[in-house]
């Protein structure tokens, strides 16, 4: 913005002492915004504020009142400080089983996701025809309804009309049928494939943009010296992806360990608690067992660890703008 100066000259005044000043209007920045502008901008943002901190902080801070206290369906109960806390962690074997089952599904189900995910992707990209239909197809997963996935995965589980155990037994790899829902081994194993089915389209069409996004360039250069796709993939595409990686894995994080639906519809957190998360397992005691002390001091034992799963998150995220 061109600079705007005011030369004014006062005359003489009565003494015979001429004074003259010149007056320079201030610069304005065009990217500092104006005090109204600024005061505009907390009015229009406040409505959605309030509405997130009444979705949000209330449901949040009555959880926690609650996790102090003993109280029950129909009782208001009593302060009871921590012991919620330590009863869990030191007492009850089930919620014990519960972390560790929470840690392997996490585990097993993020891992399996990027790396199909990364798999899908790299076929997806090294495509020259029909990429837009495969595209449309991998999104099938996540577009239906994940109640009504669940059950067709329930359905296909299910020991009487398997027809998993069906295509296995044909094919002569397994000689009897598996107990996928009664046994706890393949019962986790059940919940985690239904999972990376639910998750793998979003790893794979975000991996797929990560790698449209690195020049073309690089292979050629890596080409020209000798390189083979082995060599390009680890020192090129990997890296380049990182970011990416980084922040999807996170996410994924944060959804994985907060998984409802699939346990729930599954297996209900059986046979003998060796599916239970968290979130099925508060449910278990909160509204089958009436215990809501007990059921939101479980509900807030995830909140650590998605608080430090999104710092790491926001560090990727801020790593990735400062790669790009």
Sequence with gaps: MPKIEADVTIPESPGGIAAETSLRAPRI???????????????????????????????????????????????????????????LLLEDEIFQQTLWNSGLYVVGAVGLKTVTGLA?????????????????????????????????WW???????????????????????????????????????TNVWRGLPFFALCFLAGLVSIPREFYEAAESDGAGPMASFWHITLPLLRPMLGIVILYSVVMTIADFEIVFLLTRGGP???????????????????????????????????????????????????VS
């Design 29 to 87: 920045s065009p990217w500092k915004p104006r005090a109204g502008e600024e005061r505009l901008a907390y009015v229009l943002l406040a409505p959605a504020v309030l509405l997130l901190a009444s979705l949000i902080a209330y449901p949040f801070l009555t959880s926690l009142y609650m996790s102090l206290t003993d109280r029950r369906i129909a009782m208001p109960g009593r302060f009871v400080g921590l012991r919620n806390f330590s009863e």
């Design 120 to 152: 899908a992707a790299l076929l997806l990209h090294g495509m020259t025809r029909g990429r837009p239909v495969f595209q449309a197809l991998l999104m099938l997963p996540w577009v239906v309804p994940a109640s009504l996935s669940v059950l067709a």
């Design 155 to 193: 359905w296909m589980f299910d020991p009487m009309s398997s027809v998993i155990n069906w295509v296995l037994m044909n094919l002569g790899i397994i000689s009897r049928p598996i107990r996928w829902l009664s046994d706890p081994f393949w019962a986790r194993s059940a919940i985690v494939i």
């Design 272 to 322: 003998r608690n060796s599916t239970h998360l968290l979130g099925t397992l508060a449910y278990h005691v909160g509204l089958s067992g009436g215990r809501l002390g007990e059921a939101a001091a479980i509900s807030l034992f995830i909140f650590p660890v998605l608080a430090v799963v999104a710092y790491f998150m926001l560090r990727a995220v801020r790593h990735g703008a400062e």
